[in-house]
């Protein structure tokens, strides 16, 4: 049973472009949702991470919208850059219990 | 801060040899840490949770004596593929959890940089 599921599987956007990552869990028990970027023979790195008392973090150009009603949250990333590309793996966990589930990811493409 | 350290970041060896990867919090100690498995354009499968001191915790379907985890310190776990095969030939992550002081205290998992194991 995968309780995180994540759209697209893959994204082309050109320079400048916003890029939209969704991602959609079933435990409502979760109350912590970070996402991570990997590049290409790296581990992944901890991007930016919400907690569900706000419906929105901004860090830079990147965003995090949460809907708990919906079970629902995205990534956006604003003027997407070509070093942007990389594959982006939302996660949901109980925040106090580390153990994270992973939806499949996303491999951004931005092209210039 | 917090970053996490893997050794070696590739390895190669023969079929029936045991090979040793070690994940080290470097600026952190860290109770609890994660080992992944990551096959090419997939995403990350959890092999098992090590906790310092005490025995490792497998997910299902992971052998425990193939893959033998030791939580010696806060700081370091090891993850040691026992008698390796060539489909053992895969990507290895581990992570380190810090929990953060600031209310809501929040379980952060920190990646290492991964570890290729080619198993010929």
């Known amino acids: 049973q995968q309780q995180v599921k994540q759209s697209p599987q893959s994204l082309i956007v050109q320079k400048g472009g916003i890029s939209i990552i969704n991602c959609a869990y079933e435990n409502t028990a979760f109350d912590y949702f970070p996402w991570y970027q990997q590049f290409p023979g790296k581990g992944p790195a901890l991007l930016i991470a919400i907690r569900p008392d706000v419906s929105e973090k901004k860090e830079g150009r990147f965003t995090i919208s949460f809907n708990k009603s919906a079970k629902q949250f995205s990534l956006h990333i604003m003027d997407s850059q070509p070093g942007d590309s990389a594959t982006y793996f939302c996660a949901a966990s109980r925040a106090n219990a580390g153990k994270s589930t992973f939806g499949d990811g996303t491999t951004l493409t931005v092209k210039p | 801060g917090a970053v996490v350290s893997q050794h070696p970041s590739r390895v190669i060896c023969k079929s029936g040899t045991s090979v040793k990867i070690e994940c080290r919090s470097l600026?952190?100690?860290?109770?609890?840490m994660f080992w992944y498995r990551q096959f090419p354009k997939q995403s990350l499968m959890l092999m098992a949770t090590?906790?310092?001191?005490?025995?490792?915790?497998?997910e299902q379907g992971v052998e425990k004596d193939k893959f033998l985890i030791n939580h010696a310190s806060l700081t370091l776990s090891t993850l040691t593929v026992t008698s390796a095969h060539p489909e053992d030939s895969s990507f290895y992550i581990c992570?380190?959890?810090?929990?953060?002081?600031?209310?809501?205290?929040?379980?952060?998992?920190?990646f290492g940089p991964g570890t290729r194991l080619t198993v010929l």
């Open positions: 090590s906790n310092e001191g005490s025995k490792a915790t497998y």
């Open positions: 992570s380190a959890t810090l929990r953060t002081a600031v209310f809501p205290s929040t379980d952060m998992q920190y």
């Open positions: 600026d952190f100690q860290a109770t609890t």
